[in-house]
């Protein structure tokens, strides 16, 4: 079975700073991996996916993740924040060939402070 | 293009009663799931559609939950009788068929039993 950890239930950060936020997943076959962001009382969106290929992802709003097998991780990136950022951001993953059945972690809390 | 849209948008009942959760997905969208989120964790599996067929219904409480999909399109997610932890936001997705395809969130039904 796929399994998705969240390393930080919290991560504080000031505006304009750098962020990384950690993911690791547990699978013992190949596994396709998301990001997505859920702003205070609306749906989850995506921000990128690894499917296949390079393992540096882009996504939308400037984040970017890098799939690094070896360590079972997919750790999301930003290089400058903004207070608009503030968010809960979920690590998911999915089995390729499988009906695309998405297996969420417990979420990270994003706090962009002035 | 409309998103994925359900009503209501928040809901309070008594516990023992009933209560439904309506859900529209994107257009052309012929896969619907319905996902539980809890306080402070991800979005949980409850059941998949692929057009009127439930195909995967695994994580559903089908003493007191249930759902349809009439017409392959539009579907209803019924509690009764609901529970205090049934309290949580229920959230519907759409996406097209192929395991790589994104879902497509809508921004949820927050239910709160009292």
């Known amino acids: 079975a796929q399994s998705v950890t969240q390393l930080d239930s919290q991560v504080p950060v000031f505006e304009e700073a750098p962020v990384e936020l950690r993911c690791n997943y547990s699978?013992?076959?190949?596994?396709?991996l998301f990001w997505y962001v859920q702003y205070p009382n609306q749906g989850l969106q995506l921000l990128l996916k690894?499917?296949?290929?390079?393992?540096l992802v882009k996504g939308i709003n400037g984040f970017e993740a890098e799939f690094n097998k070896s360590q079972t991780s997919f750790h999301l990136r930003k290089p400058s924040v903004h207070i608009s950022d503030t968010a809960e951001y979920f690590c998911?993953?999915?089995?390729?060939?499988?009906?695309?059945?998405?297996?969420f972690g417990a979420g990270t809390r994003l706090a962009v402070h002035p | 293009e409309a998103g994925v849209v359900q009503s209501p948008r928040y809901k309070i009942i008594e516990k023992k009663q009933p209560v439904a959760f309506w859900c529209n997905p994107i257009?052309?969208?012929?896969?619907l799931y319905w996902y539980l989120q809890n306080l402070g964790q991800g979005p949980e599996l409850l059941i998949r559609?692929?057009?009127?067929?439930?195909?995967?219904d695994s994580q559903l409480p089908k003493d007191r939950f249930s759902a349809e999909r009439l017409k392959g399109v539009d579907s209803t997610l019924k509690i009764q009788p609901a529970e205090l932890g049934d309290s949580a936001v229920y959230l519907c997705?759409?996406?097209?068929?192929?395991?790589?395809?994104?879902?497509?969130f809508g921004p949820g039904t927050r239910l709160t039993v009292l």
């Open positions: 997705a759409s996406s097209l068929l192929t395991s790589t395809d994104t879902q497509y």
């Open positions: 699978s013992s076959v190949s596994v396709y």
């Open positions: 690894y499917l296949s290929g390079s393992t």
């Open positions: 998911a993953v999915s089995l390729p060939g499988g009906y695309n059945k998405l297996i």
């Open positions: 257009s052309g969208h012929n896969t």
């Open positions: 559609y692929e057009n009127e067929e439930a195909v995967d």
